[in-house]
């Protein structure tokens, strides 16, 4: 069985890459990135050697590449990551959102669709979005399977989009697909821009932690390793048409866990307790900042038996522990056109 996996040398990519090349190994696992900022094959350096995975660079929005790609390979599976992903980055550039968010999704799906429409059997479409589609919560309430789109942010809106169009491909041309929307990630190979990893570099090198507007701003937080396994189940036992909701189970609002963030790095760093708090500042907000997202993850876990492994304060504590031993890959990724970045975003 062929199946591709788009934006596998990301964050989340990286990791469900790995859970399907070591726990398949009668699966070829074909990792289509066209390696952007957020793309690093750093992070699968331990797959490098691994008889059923192969890496491709490439992007998603080339439809002449990606339809000769898939003629080629005969894809029976895809498992959909790449993506833009930051919303200030899509605050300060929307377009490119559009293009690889929608553009993209829908380059894959057409070459799907030419491929296979005649015969669906055995064949899955997997599209991984986000909880950011519902919009925003009030202080109650929480986001189930059949919450109506309402997305805020320019990301949020190319990635309720492309899940339109997912659906649009079932409805349509009879295409199998699952979809599922999944709160906010934490883990190893994260990359610096957003929240935690940010503040854990900042922490390391005494720079201002950046909180926008009044910190009370609310996120549901899962480990990454967690998603790749959720995903892993409802690729092979989710339902045709269905969509899955992944969350933590685990709300914070970012001024506790940045309060939280920075006791447990203290102690890591062996420097004095409120050394890193002392950092903590107050700035601008982000435009449209959607202040809560809390995932209703009854559906995955009674239909299909999913349920985080790990508690935040351990998954956290792990998380640091990758960071401080990782000082390469933190510094490699944080030079050149990161600086640029973090000027134009936060001076
Ligand atoms: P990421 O930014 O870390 O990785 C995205 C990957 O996609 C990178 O490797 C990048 O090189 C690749 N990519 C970007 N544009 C491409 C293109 N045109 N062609 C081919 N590859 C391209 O993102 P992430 O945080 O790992 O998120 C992965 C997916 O999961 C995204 O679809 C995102 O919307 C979704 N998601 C993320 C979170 C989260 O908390 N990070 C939560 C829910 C859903
Ligand atoms: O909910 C799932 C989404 O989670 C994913 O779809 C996105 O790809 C992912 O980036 C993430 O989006 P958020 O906007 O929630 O994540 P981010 O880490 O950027 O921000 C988390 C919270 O922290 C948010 O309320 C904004 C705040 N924040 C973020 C940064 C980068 C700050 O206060 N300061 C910062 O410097």
């Known amino acids: ?65 990606i339809n000769k790609l898939f003629k080629g390979h005969r894809f029976s599976s895809v498992i959909h990551l790449a993506a833009e992903s930051h919303v200030d980055r899509s605050i300060k550039d929307p377009l490119a959102f559009a293009k690889t968010n929608v553009l993209g999704t829908m380059v894959l799906l057409n070459a799907f669709k030419n491929l296979w429409q005649d015969n669906w059997q055995g064949k899955r479409f997997y599209h991984v979005s986000t909880d950011e589609v519902y919009g925003s919560l009030g202080k109650t309430g ?126 890591k760093l062996q420097r004095p307790t409120g050394t890193s708090e002392g950092l903590i500042t107050y700035v601008k907000d982000r435009p449209g900042h959607d202040l809560r997202y809390a995932i209703d993850a009854t559906k995955i876990r009674k239909d299909l038996g999913w349920e985080p492994s790990l508690k935040f304060e351990e998954g956290l504590e792990i998380t640091i522990d990758w960071y401080l031993k990782n000082t390469e890959w933190l510094k490699n990724v944080t030079s050149g056109a990161y600086q640029q970045y973090y000027k134009k975003q936060y001076n």
């Open 1 to 65: 069985m062929n199946i591709l996996i788009t934006g596998g040398a990301g964050f989340i990519g990286s990791h469900v890459v790995r859970q399907f090349v070591t726990k398949y190994p009668n699966y070829n696992i074909f990792n289509l990135d066209a390696l952007t900022y957020a793309g690093n094959l750093e992070n699968l350096k331990d797959l490098e050697q691994a008889q059923n995975y192969v890496f491709i660079k490439g992007d998603i929005t080339d439809e002449k590449f």
């Open 142 to 267: 929480l986001f189930t399977e059949t919450t109506a789109y309402d997305p805020n942010s320019p990301y949020s809106a190319s990635k309720a989009s492309s899940d339109h169009f997912v659906r649009a491909y079932g409805e349509t041309y009879g295409m199998p697909y699952v979809i599922s929307n999944c709160s906010n990630n934490y883990g190893p190979n994260h990359f610096p821009e957003k929240l935690i990893p940010l503040f854990i570099n900042n922490i390391i090198n005494n720079k201002p932690l950046p909180v926008y507007g009044n910190g009370l701003f609310t996120r549901d937080w899962l480990y990454v390793k967690d998603h790749a396994v959720a995903i892993d189940l409802a690729f092979h036992k989710g339902k045709n048409h269905e969509t899955y909701n992944i969350g933590g189970f685990n709300e914070w609002t970012n001024i506790s866990l940045v309060k939280l963030l920075c006791k447990l790095m203290d102690d």
